[in-house]
């Protein structure tokens, strides 16, 4: 899922996943050469290359309304999805189905705290480690008990259900259990990320009126610091956790807990109050790159019908499937994933970013990771984290070297070929092999029976597709989609290994491409058809709440009351009916000679410069040239410092010196020709700046995406003098 103007994809940042096991033990080492050359010699002799694949049609083009364009449709589905089964029109209806039919069947999964450690860091830090045991299940009968119960318990406490609820917390199972509550209540629910800011916490509560707020235990001191200008907020519920501090009153709020709340309505139950599809389930507010975050008001039909769509992506997705959940909640990417299990009847185990794995930051060293734990066959991720996989396997590899890192390289090779479809008779037994000897151990990692990964968030890029792929042995399934577009939009098929592309429409939607003149991206461009991304069908939501005029500019409704979204994105179609996606309109600039010049395209290519950490690229159409601000890769910076015998004091010295400079844009220069790019879009002078661009620091996103708006105002001074 690529992000919208102001719907930035969030993720985890602060876990550090690492996936690099020890794959290979030394004992291994003379079997392993024995069976190379006793396996693969015949195999390489006797592999044949495989002729052209056939096309496989994805997506076809359908005649729709609204704005000229090119549209698309998911090749299976002639008519749009927009409910999973006959009567599960709403949330409430879905879920309800859904916990009679596999009410024995077992649901949401928390960790047992066993112990919780703090071990001290070289500079005086305490670091938090935790013992957690094995997954305590509960059923899809259990858990409906406990929705309705809460549902009752809302009223008993004195919330009016005309009212909204925000939920603002980290992901957990009470998470699920108190949106599907609400629901019960025909309660709009509003969701806020975790992580955002206090201004954007106080706005997103004000202006949707939430009279309660459902909130972490430990989120409850950040709430109550911005107590004063919460007006609206009568009662707070926050969810237990095993070191919740003596709550003092906060303001003249009923403060209550989770369990208290259950208890109440399971003494005396209300009578439901059910939502119909068109009702608004949740408004989710998203961290925009600029100002205010803006509410998008998802109805319950948007929601089904993404739940119908994506369950037709996931091949023989049920009962039997394990999701590992740890994404935030709050975003839709999350959102709709669990609500795909929970139709399929899957369990969905709860862990988070910093216990995913055994060598995860806050799991004790020589306990089990979230992950292990599990052995779930499903997963979402976003592509910052599968970097981070793919960089932990690489220097695990590399340090390893020798012996093991050829076995790698080969190993790693062989199953590219075999997974590109290029030779024949790859799979059967020589997968095995490597299997055996070089992956088992990495897959371990995730808990070894992953069999699908779904990514989202951002474009993943084409080498960590594959790497992943190959690694953990498992396809990826690239979505495309937008919190306006409630995630379903788009989404690449199990079966297509291609990198790069994020798939054909999925069947709740259509995907139109609108020519852009001025960027000069046509429908009617050779060899692929482009232009704006806009999507259209059951899973366009309602618009930004209490914004009428933004949603009018970004949201239209055709003639046949079919209502469209456009992303702002630029996409191509390819010609199996796919979409990739290949610009951002408003990170396109025109120079004063009137050049167009695309940011991200540039810093994709200058940040493969190994001095580039990360880089934004400015352009403005006062200028005939473009200019970039640099964080420099400390180490690799240091390194050739040592090596060129420049001394400095620290690293914000080292930044600032001339040849530091030159030997840094002389490297970016070298990636930009690499890339073809042409003079005007090589930077014509650049900053480099020591201090790195964190979530914390509001410059990048969680997802790691630069904040252009926020970067310029802060560095409006160093921007200026590149142009002096
Ligand atoms: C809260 O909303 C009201 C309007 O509903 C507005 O007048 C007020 O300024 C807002 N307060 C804050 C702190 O955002
Ligand atoms: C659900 O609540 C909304 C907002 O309060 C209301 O407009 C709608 O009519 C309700 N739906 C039903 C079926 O009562």
Same mark, same amino acid.
């Given at each position: 899922?690529?992000?919208?103007?102001?719907?930035?994809?969030?993720a985890p940042?602060?876990g550090?996943?690492?996936?690099?096991?020890?794959f290979?033990?030394?004992?291994?080492?003379g079997?392993?050469?024995?069976?190379?050359?006793?396996?693969?010699?015949?195999?390489v002799?006797?592999?044949m290359?495989?002729?052209?694949?056939?096309?496989?049609q994805?997506?076809?083009?359908?005649?729709v309304g609204?704005?000229?364009?090119?549209?698309?449709?998911?090749?299976?589905?002639?008519k749009?999805?927009?409910?999973p089964?006959?009567g599960?029109?709403?949330?409430?209806?879905?879920?309800?189905q859904?916990?009679?039919?596999?009410?024995?069947?077992?649901?949401?999964g928390t960790r047992?705290l066993?112990?919780?450690?703090?071990?001290?860091?070289?500079?005086e830090?305490?670091?938090?480690?935790l /013992?957690?045991?094995e997954?305590?299940?509960?059923t899809y009968?259990?858990?409906?008990?406990r929705?309705? /119960?809460f549902?009752?318990g809302?009223i008993?406490?004195g919330?009016?259900?005309?009212?909204?609820i925000a939920?603002?917390?980290?992901t957990?199972?009470?998470?699920l259990i108190?949106?599907?509550?609400?629901?019960?209540?025909?309660?709009?629910?509003v969701?806020?990320?975790?992580?955002?800011?206090?201004?954007?916490?106080?706005?997103?509560?004000n202006?949707?009126?939430?009279?309660?707020?459902?909130?972490?235990?430990?989120?409850?001191?950040?709430?109550?610091?911005?107590?004063?200008?919460?007006?609206?907020?009568?009662?707070v519920?926050y969810?237990?956790?095993?070191?919740?501090?003596?709550?003092?009153?906060?303001?003249?709020w009923?403060?209550?807990s989770?369990?208290?709340?259950?208890?109440?309505?399971q003494?005396t139950?209300?009578?439901?109050?059910?939502?119909?599809?068109?009702?608004?389930?949740?408004?989710m507010?998203?961290?925009?790159s600029t100002?205010?975050?803006?509410?998008?008001?998802m109805?319950?039909?948007?929601?089904?019908?993404?739940?119908?769509?994506v369950?037709?992506?996931?091949?023989?997705?049920?009962?039997?499937?394990?999701?590992?959940?740890?994404?935030?909640?709050?975003?839709i990417?999350?959102?709709?994933?669990e609500?795909v299990m929970l139709?399929a009847g899957?369990?969905?185990?709860?862990?988070?970013?910093?216990?995913?794995?055994d060598t995860?930051?806050?799991?004790k060293?020589?306990?089990?990771?979230?992950?292990?734990?599990?052995?779930?066959?499903?997963m979402?991720s976003?592509p910052?984290?599968?970097?981070?996989?793919?960089d932990g396997?690489?220097?695990?590899v590399?340090?390893?070297g020798?012996?093991?890192?050829k076995?790698?390289?080969?190993?790693?090779?062989?199953r590219?070929?075999?997974?590109?479809?290029s030779?024949?008779?790859a799979?059967?037994?020589?997968?095995?092999?490597?299997?055996?000897?070089?992956?088992?151990?990495?897959?371990?990692?995730l808990?070894?029976d992953?069999?699908?990964m779904?990514?989202g968030?951002?474009p993943?890029?084409?080498?960590?597709?594959?790497f992943?792929?190959?690694?953990?042995g498992?396809p990826?399934?690239?979505?495309?989609?937008?919190?306006?577009?409630c995630?379903?939009a788009?989404?690449s098929?199990?079966?297509?290994?291609s990198?790069?592309?994020?798939?054909?429409p999925?069947?709740?939607a259509?995907?139109?491409?609108?020519?852009w003149d001025?960027?000069?991206?046509?429908?009617?461009?050779?060899?692929?058809p482009?232009?704006?991304?806009?999507?259209?069908?059951?899973?366009v939501?309602?618009g930004?709440?209490?914004?009428?005029?933004?949603?009018n500019e970004?949201?239209?409704?055709d003639?046949?009351g079919?209502?469209?979204?456009?992303?702002?994105?630029?996409?191509?179609f390819?010609?199996?009916?796919?979409?990739?996606?290949?610009?951002?309109?408003k990170?396109?600039?025109?120079?004063? /000679?009137?050049e167009y010049?695309?940011?991200?395209?540039?810093?994709?290519?200058?940040?493969?410069s190994?001095?580039?950490?990360?880089?934004?690229l /400015?352009a403005?159409p006062f200028?005939?040239?473009c200019?970039?601000?640099?964080?420099?890769?400390?180490q690799?910076?240091?390194?050739?410092?040592?090596?060129?015998?420049?001394?400095?004091?620290?690293?914000?010295?080292?930044?600032?010196?001339?040849?530091?400079v030159s030997?840094?844009?002389q490297?970016?220069?070298k990636?930009?020709?690499?890339?073809?790019?042409?003079?005007?879009?090589?930077?014509a002078?650049?900053?480099?700046m020591?201090?790195?661009?964190?979530?914390e620091?509001?410059?990048?996103?969680?997802?790691?995406?630069?904040?252009?708006?926020?970067l310029?105002?802060?560095?409006?001074?160093?921007?200026l003098?590149l142009?002096a």
């Amino acid at each position: 899922m690529a992000d919208s103007e102001g719907s930035p994809v969030s993720a985890p940042t602060t876990g550090q996943m690492d996936a690099s096991g020890s794959f290979l033990t030394d004992k291994s080492y003379g079997a392993a050469i024995a069976l190379i050359i006793a396996i693969v010699v015949p195999l390489v002799l006797s592999s044949m290359f495989a002729g052209k694949k056939k096309l496989k049609q994805r997506g076809v083009p359908v005649q729709v309304g609204g704005e000229a364009g090119l549209a698309m449709r998911n090749v299976r589905s002639e008519k749009l999805v927009d409910v999973p089964w006959e009567g599960a029109t709403t949330m409430a209806a879905l879920f309800e189905q859904s916990c009679k039919k596999h009410s024995q069947h077992r649901f949401l999964g928390t960790r047992k705290l066993i112990e919780r450690s703090f071990v001290s860091g070289s500079d005086e830090r305490k670091f938090e480690k935790l /013992h957690l045991g094995e997954f305590q299940w509960e059923t899809y009968g259990q858990v409906f008990e406990r929705v309705s /119960h809460f549902a009752s318990g809302l009223i008993q406490l004195g919330h009016d259900p005309d009212t909204r609820i925000a939920i603002f917390s980290d992901t957990r199972a009470e998470w699920l259990i108190a949106f599907e509550g609400c629901f019960r209540q025909n309660i709009t629910v509003v969701t806020i990320y975790a992580s955002l800011g206090d201004d954007a916490l106080v706005h997103s509560l004000n202006e949707t009126k939430a009279s309660t707020l459902i909130c972490d235990s430990k989120l409850l001191k950040k709430v109550a610091a911005v107590s004063s200008s919460l007006k609206t907020v009568e009662n707070v519920i926050y969810f237990e956790s095993d070191n919740t501090e003596a709550l003092t009153n906060i303001g003249d709020w009923k403060i209550s807990s989770f369990l208290e709340v259950e208890k109440m309505g399971q003494e005396t139950p209300v009578p439901v109050r059910l939502p119909i599809k068109k009702d608004v389930a949740v408004i989710m507010y998203t961290s925009g790159s600029t100002g205010l975050p803006k509410g998008v008001m998802m109805t319950h039909g948007n929601i089904v019908s993404t739940a119908a769509a994506v369950m037709t992506v996931i091949p023989n997705i049920g009962p039997n499937d394990v999701y590992m959940a740890y994404l935030p909640l709050a975003h839709i990417f999350e959102l709709a994933a669990e609500v795909v299990m929970l139709t399929a009847g899957s369990s969905i185990g709860y862990g988070s970013a910093l216990t995913l794995t055994d060598t995860s930051n806050k799991i004790k060293k020589g306990t089990m990771g979230d992950a292990s734990m599990l052995k779930p066959t499903l997963m979402a991720s976003v592509p910052a984290i599968l970097d981070r996989v793919r960089d932990g396997v690489v220097k695990k590899v590399e340090e390893k070297g020798g012996l093991a890192k050829k076995l790698f390289n080969i190993a790693f090779q062989r199953r590219l070929l075999a997974v590109d479809g290029s030779w024949l008779g790859a799979w059967g037994l020589e997968k095995l092999l490597w299997d055996a000897i070089v992956f088992k151990k990495i897959r371990s990692v995730l808990g070894g029976d992953i069999r699908f990964m779904l990514c989202g968030g951002a474009p993943l890029a084409p080498d960590t597709q594959k790497f992943i792929n190959v690694c953990v042995g498992a396809p990826i399934g690239q979505g495309y989609g937008l919190t306006e577009t409630c995630a379903g939009a788009a989404f690449s098929e199990a079966d297509d290994n291609s990198v790069g592309r994020v798939g054909p429409p999925l069947p709740c939607a259509y995907i139109k491409l609108v020519s852009w003149d001025e960027g000069g991206y046509l429908t009617s461009d050779k060899p692929m058809p482009r232009g704006e991304v806009v999507v259209g069908g059951y899973s366009v939501t309602a618009g930004y709440f209490n914004n009428e005029e933004k949603t009018n500019e970004v949201y239209k409704v055709d003639e046949n009351g079919m209502r469209w979204f456009y992303t702002g994105d630029i996409g191509r179609f390819h010609p199996d009916g796919c979409l990739e996606i290949i610009d951002r309109k408003k990170d396109i600039v025109k120079l004063q /000679h009137g050049e167009y010049i695309s940011l991200g395209k540039v810093e994709a290519a200058l940040a493969s410069s190994k001095y580039v950490e990360n880089v934004m690229l /400015h352009a403005d159409p006062f200028h005939t040239y473009c200019v970039a601000l640099v964080v420099p890769a400390r180490q690799v910076l240091e390194q050739w410092a040592q090596s060129a015998g420049i001394s400095f004091n620290d690293f914000a010295d080292l930044c600032g010196k001339k040849e530091t400079v030159s030997e840094v844009q002389q490297s970016l220069a070298k990636a930009a020709k690499d890339a073809k790019l042409d003079k005007f879009e090589t930077p014509a002078k650049i900053k480099l700046m020591a201090d790195p661009w964190t979530p914390e620091s509001g410059l990048v996103t969680a997802a790691l995406k630069l904040k252009r708006e926020q970067l310029k105002a802060k560095f409006k001074d160093d921007l200026l003098q590149l142009y002096a």
